[in-house]
T-cell receptor, first 117, second 113 residues
Framework: AQKITQTQPGMFVQEKEAVTLDCTYD???????LFWYKQPSSGEMIFLIY??????QNATEGRYSLNFQKARKSANLVISASQLGDSAMYFC??????????????FGSGTRLSIRP | NAGVTQTPKFQVLKTGQSMTLQCAQD?????MYWYRQDPGMGLRLIYY???????DKGEVPNGYNVSRLNKREFSLRLESAAPSQTSVYFC????????????FGPGTRLTVL
């Protein structure tokens, strides 16, 4: 069975500082993928970044990077130079492998990030 | 392109009433999903459909049924609503490639009294 754990319910960070949001996972699938989404107070879900389990390099997308440590089963999101607009809920999600499991995507409980000016 | 649309946006039910939440996507995606999000919580997968003609249970399927009507539409039915089903319901769709992200609808806020 798949499981995603986000152990930080809330975080406060000073503007312009870097921040790391933790995500650990558990799966028995041989290949899998990890996603991060942002949910502002308006409620929409915004895709940020994706990491495949067999990708050779850690994913990066602008100010977002994914610190993927396969042996430790962790996929932490790093936001560099945080901005006030980064204040939101952040969710880690995972898909499995196989025809049906590759489509099954489960989410963690989220981390509420608040950026202080 | 409208993306993923959901109807209704808001709904209030009494315990025991039934209703169907509608979801449609115009991106020709193969996979579709229903999630619920309780206040301050993450998204929990109710059901998903990997492709037209298939549906699978997610993490919290009890009390719900789904229908993948065609490639575009995926509906969620509550046969006998309970207060524990008060939540925001999100529909999402996704293309087949394994690295592709989900696209989410705006959500339906459901209250069961």
């Amino acid at each position: 069975a798949q499981k995603i754990t986000q152990t930080q319910p809330g975080m406060f960070v000073q503007e312009k500082e870097a921040v790391t949001l933790d995500c650990t996972y558990d799966t028995s699938d041989p290949s899998y993928g990890l996603f991060w989404y942002k949910q502002p107070s308006s409620g929409e879900m915004i895709f940020l970044i994706y990491q495949g389990s067999y990708d050779q390099q850690n994913a990066t997308e602008g100010r977002y990077s994914l610190n993927f440590q396969k042996a430790r089963k962790s996929a932490n999101l790093v936001i560099s130079a945080s901005q006030l607009g980064d204040s939101a809920m952040y969710f880690c999600a995972m898909r499995g492998s196989g025809y049906s499991s590759a489509s099954k995507i489960i989410f963690g409980s989220g981390t509420r990030l608040s950026i202080r000016p | 392109n409208a993306g993923v649309t959901q109807t209704p946006k808001f709904q209030v039910l009494k315990t025991g009433q039934s209703m169907t939440l509608q979801c449609a996507q115009d991106m020709n995606h193969n996979s579709m999903y229903w999630y619920r999000q309780d206040p301050g919580m993450g998204l929990r997968l109710i059901y998903y459909s990997a492709s037209e003609g298939t549906t699978d249970k997610g993490e919290v399927p009890n009390g719900y049924n789904v229908s993948r009507l065609n490639k575009r539409e995926f509906s969620l039915r509550l046969e006998s609503a309970a207060p524990s089903q008060t939540s925001v319901y999100f529909c999402a769709s996704r293309d087949r490639a394994i690295y592709n992200e989900q696209f989410f609808g705006p959500g339906t806020r459901l209250t069961v009294l």
